[in-house]
């Protein structure tokens, strides 16, 4: 071992080790997709069109618009037009929930959690701001999708 071994977490390195691989983009999202397909099916009407996307990480403009300066502090982010800031005319876009591969690594690491369950959190988490929900209101529907 070198000296920046004493520096290096050996269980979450285990952890991944675990796991195989670190999932690729692609497994990210659908994981998100599965995520979002096992909410309460009354909450996902209301949502319409959800596209999920994975990405290593934000890309400048998205953090310095955030005010972030580490891009490992952002795990995920909701783009569109939230359902309570929407007129009538407004269009009908698809709505977007970034997954942001890295920093979910990182903090599942961390947490020592099940991955699919952090990505149901993150989803849930971002989805919910679509419609300005409390995190009591999030927890609520993260508990309806166990």
């Given at each position: 071992?070198?000296?920046?071994?004493?520096?290096?977490?050996?269980?979450?390195?285990?952890?991944?080790?675990?796991?195989?691989?670190?999932?690729?983009?692609g497994e990210?999202?659908?994981m998100g997709?599965?995520?979002?397909?096992?909410?309460?099916?009354?909450?996902?009407?209301?949502?319409?069109?959800?596209?999920?996307?994975?990405?290593?990480?934000?890309?400048?403009?998205?953090?310095?618009?955030?005010?972030?300066?580490?891009?490992?502090?952002?795990?995920?982010?909701?783009?569109?037009?939230?359902?309570?800031?929407?007129?009538?005319?407004?269009?009908?876009?698809?709505?977007?929930?970034?997954?942001?591969?890295?920093?979910?690594?990182?903090?599942?690491?961390?947490?020592?959690?099940?991955?699919?369950?952090?990505?149901?959190?993150?989803?849930?988490?971002?989805?919910?701001?679509?419609?300005?929900?409390?995190?009591?209101?999030?927890?609520?529907?993260?508990?309806?999708?166990?």
């Amino acid at each position: 071992m070198t000296d920046d071994s004493a520096n290096s977490h050996p269980d979450d390195l285990d952890t991944l080790r675990d796991f195989g691989a670190p999932p690729s983009l692609g497994e990210i999202e659908e994981m998100g997709r599965r995520a979002y397909d096992a909410l309460p099916a009354a909450f996902r009407a209301r949502c319409g069109p959800v596209a999920i996307r994975a990405l290593d990480f934000a890309d400048a403009e998205t953090l310095a618009e955030m005010e972030i300066d580490d891009p490992f502090e952002l795990a995920g982010l909701y783009r569109g037009v939230p359902l309570t800031e929407r007129g009538h005319d407004d269009p009908t876009g698809i709505d977007l929930v970034f997954l942001y591969r890295r920093a979910i690594l990182d903090w599942w690491v961390e947490e020592e959690m099940d991955l699919e369950d952090l990505i149901r959190h993150l989803v849930v988490h971002e989805i919910g701001h679509h419609f300005g929900f409390s995190d009591e209101e999030m927890e609520a529907i993260e508990d309806q999708a166990d």
